[in-house]
């Protein structure tokens, strides 16, 4: 389904995020490139439904955002060959509303733990030499849009953090790139119609040429990224979005 990407056979990636979504989809897609996995979710239960699936993944349940928890993590993972960070949220609030409380529960989550994370790993030295790093950002870290300032604010940072990593860890040819899709069919989706309404949602999607995303076309793009197919790719930020900014 994913094509063929023998290097990461045996490979050692950290998948966040992993128990729902894009992050569910990363980690089968690997899964059946046979690299071994660690996953991390903070839902337990969905996350052993994801690590069922394959015998060679390893899950370790924590909240990213908690420093214990991530230094947990950080402390039981082998030295790895890759990291697709995927676990994220989206929560609409206009601007004039915008409080601490709702800045710290999106850039929390969205941003400070996945750099924090990545950090971490960086001063463990728990990345191998050549190590592949993806965010999956959107493109709403360009591209403005109501209710969108925190979730815009916190995928632009997460880009401009990728892009620091990109210099300061070339001579190690660790690499860092960043996804932006557009709308996917993942639980953001379901929550974003249910504020937004199935009728606003449904003429938003007809702008995709191609339609909306699946999980599994993030994966495809990650697949990439994690191999050795991207090995000269870094600091980059690919757009995936079923055509909607094609015509923009």
């Given at each position: 389904?994913?094509?063929?990407?023998?290097?990461l056979?045996?490979?050692?990636?950290?998948v966040?995020?992993?128990?729902?979504g894009?992050?569910?989809?990363?980690a089968?897609?690997?899964a059946?490139q046979?690299?071994?996995?660690?996953?991390?979710?903070?839902?337990?239960?969905?996350?052993?439904?994801?690590a069922?699936?394959?015998?060679?993944?390893?899950r370790i349940?924590?909240?990213?955002?908690v420093?214990?928890?991530?230094?947990?993590?950080?402390?039981n993972?082998?030295?790895?060959d890759?990291?697709?960070?995927?676990?994220?949220?989206?929560?609409?609030?206009?601007?004039?509303?915008?409080?601490?409380?709702?800045?710290?529960?999106?850039?929390?989550?969205n941003?400070?733990?996945?750099?924090?994370?990545?950090?971490?790993?960086?001063y463990?030295?728990?990345?191998?030499?050549?190590?592949?790093?993806v965010?999956?950002?959107?493109?709403?870290?360009?591209?403005?849009?109501?209710?969108?300032?925190?979730?815009?604010?916190?995928?632009?940072?997460?880009?401009?953090?990728?892009?620091n990593?990109?210099?300061e860890?070339?001579?190690?040819?660790?690499?860092?790139?960043?996804?932006?899709?557009?709308?996917?069919?993942?639980?953001?989706y379901?929550?974003t119609?249910?504020?937004y309404?199935?009728k606003?949602?449904?003429?938003h999607?007809?702008?995709y040429?191609?339609?909306?995303?699946?999980?599994?076309?993030?994966?495809?793009?990650?697949?990439f990224?994690?191999?050795?197919?991207s090995?000269?790719?870094?600091?980059a930020?690919?757009?995936?979005?079923?055509?909607?900014?094609?015509?923009k």
């Amino acid at each position: 389904m994913f094509g063929n990407y023998a290097d990461l056979q045996g490979k050692m990636i950290l998948v966040t995020g992993a128990s729902s979504g894009i992050g569910a989809a990363v980690a089968l897609a690997l899964a059946e490139q046979g690299a071994r996995l660690v996953l991390t979710g903070r839902d337990k239960s969905r996350l052993a439904l994801t690590a069922q699936r394959h015998p060679s993944i390893t899950r370790i349940a924590a909240d990213l955002c908690v420093a214990a928890e991530r230094n947990f993590l950080v402390d039981n993972t082998e030295a790895l060959d890759g990291i697709c960070h995927c676990a994220g949220i989206s929560a609409p609030f206009p601007v004039k509303f915008v409080r601490e409380k709702q800045q710290s529960q999106i850039m929390d989550i969205n941003f400070s733990a996945p750099s924090l994370l990545t950090s971490a790993l960086l001063y463990k030295k728990k990345l191998n030499v050549g190590a592949s790093i993806v965010f999956v950002s959107s493109i709403a870290s360009a591209f403005a849009y109501k209710g969108g300032a925190m979730y815009s604010a916190s995928k632009a940072a997460l880009e401009a953090y990728s892009r620091n990593i990109a210099i300061e860890h070339a001579s190690q040819r660790i690499r860092t790139n960043c996804i932006r899709p557009g709308i996917v069919r993942t639980g953001i989706y379901d929550e974003t119609t249910r504020i937004y309404g199935e009728k606003l949602m449904a003429e938003h999607n007809n702008f995709y040429p191609l339609g909306i995303g699946e999980p599994e076309d993030v994966a495809s793009l990650a697949l990439f990224l994690l191999s050795r197919a991207s090995r000269w790719m870094t600091g980059a930020n690919i757009t995936l979005d079923g055509g909607l900014l094609a015509g923009k």
